[in-house]
Nanobody, 124 residues
Framework: VQLQASGVGPVQAGGSVRLSCKVS????????MAWFRQALGKDREFVAGIMWAGTSTEYADSVKGRFAISKDNAKNVVYLQMNSLEPEDTAVYYC??????????????????WGQGTQVTVSS
């Protein structure tokens, strides 16, 4: 299984960007997909998650109302639309996938596969 994340260059505060995560290697009919981020000097934290089958989603409180996670099953791609960006959103963003359902969305160690990370820099 491979996760390939892609994003954009620096963005100003208040702006928007969309991250993409291409999934390859096997089918993901019953998987959980998520985005995490890690700011310099901080721990990796959960941002948003989505069930590959169905429409269930989850968001960190810090991004609710500003970010939206979505997927395109036909293309095997998961997106993270980020609006009203703030300098505090600056971080390396990672997509992740797991097969297990019961763990909390935010449990880092429950995820089996990780993308390489893509830098998002928000300037004030």
């Amino acid at each position: 299984v491979q996760l390939q994340a892609s994003g954009v260059g620096p963005v100003q505060a208040g702006g928007s960007v969309r991250l993409s995560c291409k999934v390859s290697g096997r089918t993901f009919n019953s998987y959980v997909m998520a985005w995490f981020r890690q700011a310099l000097g901080k721990d990796r934290e959960f941002v948003a998650g989505i069930m590959w089958a169905g429409t269930s989603t989850e968001y960190a409180d810090s991004v609710k109302g500003r970010f939206a996670i979505s997927k395109d099953n036909a293309k095997n791609v998961v997106y993270l639309q980020m609006n009203s960006l703030e300098p505090e959103d600056t971080a390396v963003y990672y997509c992740a996938a797991r097969t297990e359902f019961r763990s909390p969305w935010s449990r880092l160690r429950s995820y089996d596969w990780w993308g390489q990370g893509t830098q998002v820099t928000v300037s004030s």
